[in-house]
């Protein structure tokens, strides 16, 4: 289930559902109960007062399936309403007539004495600032310092963007419906939701087919038909070449990250083109990976006319300025794979057109951007700022389009997007991944993906995943170049649940 479905898809996935013939009030029945399967499932001794607080939406009238379930199970339970309990209408009004207990006001004071709060007030579909009253019993459910279960999202998360819309519940837990949303993922809306349960009401898998879905969770599901895996009759020569740009004599550490994350991810053959005054050090410091000399764009351009070398990085630690760019503009001059991060990046933050011009100019041969935001935003000035209707899934996706290359937007919610509107939202990398260098391993990890023949956008998500996992598996204290020896230990474990090994 790595489909992602903004509020508005998950609309149309409600109706569709309805229109087949399900009625709305048995797809709300069915979400009630099974927020009440959750507190069940709670460790909380006992059977604690539940308070529900419910809003004038249909989430709200989760709430109250929720709240007649768990009565009828034996707990003690108060229905919290904010806003007017005449008001509701269509299936939460028909929720809230099966409700026979008392009705109170939802107030910050009336949590006093409850043991498990459930969250049903405003779910995915929050689309403005949360003010007054509605924000005051938001602060009071996340002062009160009780375990709070999310019906769908909690209150003041955008499901779209995943943005905080004011204030926000912070929940121990969320119980969402069908699929998850985009909120659910990306930062800060992660941050609020802990675990997240999706449960399953009746809503069936063709309605996807209607929807066509363009975000994605991104996981070994989304790529692993295209994922390179070696042949037994096989050739290092088969499994491509990357090419990795070095800096100058006392930049050449990242170039050398790179490599070894280009090596360890699969890619046949790694060679560093190092100016001659590096070459020393680039060969002293490397076994297994090739040096090559290269002074300059014409020189670059000429060794990479051979078709052998089919996939590029530039950047890390390249230095920003005028050679950095003509050594791009060198590599975007054929057919091979590019990944451009860091300083290749930066280089044309004054001169975006030139570079989203080669882009566009290459066709269908494979471009991957790798910026981390202040990289995102000296080169695209113009993309979708961070507001509650722009999430970073928009801003990667508008970029994508205007550059004409696959954007990797990196964070702990990295976003891999393409000029035809795809996204997958990454949600495994471990916090200790934001280190020195761990940046230029990613870009390797690409480079040595797209030299096996993998497609772009594949690759780009791929590498972010096997990024992730490689962190967890180095552990808290990971530097660097820990992260190319870990992927190892990865590649084992993805190749067993593959199919492919031993």
């Not at 009004?93 to 949590?111: D, K, N, T």
């Not at 994605?216 to 994922?227: E, G, I, K, S, T």
Request: proline share 7%; charged share 20%.
């Amino acid at each position: 289930m790595i489909e992602l479905l903004t509020t508005q898809e998950m609309t149309q996935a409600d109706r569709l559902t309805i229109a087949a013939g399900t009625p709305g009030i048995v797809l709300m029945e069915r979400a009630g109960r099974a927020v009440a399967d959750a507190v069940v499932r709670t460790s909380l001794r006992g059977a604690p007062t539940v308070c529900v607080v419910a809003g004038p939406g249909n989430n709200g009238g989760d709430g109250f399936v929720c709240a007649r379930v768990l009565a009828d199970r034996g707990y003690p339970v108060r229905l919290l309403m904010f806003g007017d309990h005449g008001r509701l209408k269509g299936d939460a009004a028909e929720a809230a007539g099966r409700w026979q207990g008392p009705v109170e006001a939802a107030e910050p004071s009336a949590l006093k004495g409850c043991g498990l709060v459930i969250d049903a007030l405003f779910g995915a579909g929050l689309d403005r600032p949360v003010e007054g009253p509605a924000r005051a019993m938001i602060e009071a459910m996340n002062a009160s310092g009780l375990p709070v279960i999310a019906v769908d999202l909690p209150s003041g998360i955008n499901g779209t963007s995943g943005a905080v819309m004011g204030a926000a519940v912070r929940a121990s837990k969320t119980v969402t419906f069908f699929r998850r949303k985009p909120g659910h993922l990306l930062l800060p809306g992660r941050l609020h939701c802990g675990p997240v349960e999706v449960v399953h009401i009746g809503i069936a898998d063709f309605v996807l087919e209607s929807i066509g879905p363009a975000i994605v969770a991104n996981a070994p599901a989304l790529w692993a038909d295209r994922f390179p895996v070696p042949l037994a009759g096989g050739h290092k020569y088969k499994r491509g070449h990357a090419v990795v740009v070095s800096g100058d004599l006392s930049h050449t550490g990242a170039a050398r990250l790179t490599a070894r994350g280009a090596l360890r991810a699969g890619a046949g053959l790694v060679t560093i083109a190092s100016p001659r005054d590096a070459l020393a050090v680039n060969a002293a410091s490397n076994l297994a990976i090739m040096v090559h000399p290269i002074d300059g764009a014409e020189e670059f351009a000429g060794w990479l006319a051979d078709p052998r070398l089919n996939a590029v990085v530039l950047g890390p630690g390249g230095g920003v300025g005028a050679r950095m760019r003509e050594m791009v503009l060198a590599a975007l001059s054929g057919e091979r794979a590019v990944v451009l991060d860091a300083d290749a990046l930066t280089s044309f933050a004054e001169a975006p057109d030139a570079l989203f011009s080669a882009i566009k100019s290459r066709g269908p041969s494979p471009t991957v951007l790798t910026p981390h935001q202040g990289e995102f935003s000296r080169l695209f000035k113009d993309a979708p700022q961070a507001t509650a209707n722009a999430s970073k899934c928009d801003r990667a996706k508008a970029a994508a389009a205007e550059s004409g290359a696959i954007v990797l937007l990196k964070g702990s919610d990295t976003v891999v997007a393409s000029p035809q509107g795809r996204a997958s939202i990454t949600e495994n990398a471990p916090p200790w991944l934001a280190t020195a260098g761990s940046g230029d391993v990613l870009a390797g990890f690409v480079a040595g993906l797209l030299a096996q023949g993998m497609p772009a956008f594949e690759a780009a998500s791929a590498a972010t995943w096997l990024h992730g996992e490689a962190g967890s598996e180095a552990g808290p204290g990971l530097i660097a170049e820990d992260l190319p020896e870990a992927l190892r230990a990865v590649y084992r474990r993805l190749y067993v649940d593959l199919g492919v090994w031993p």
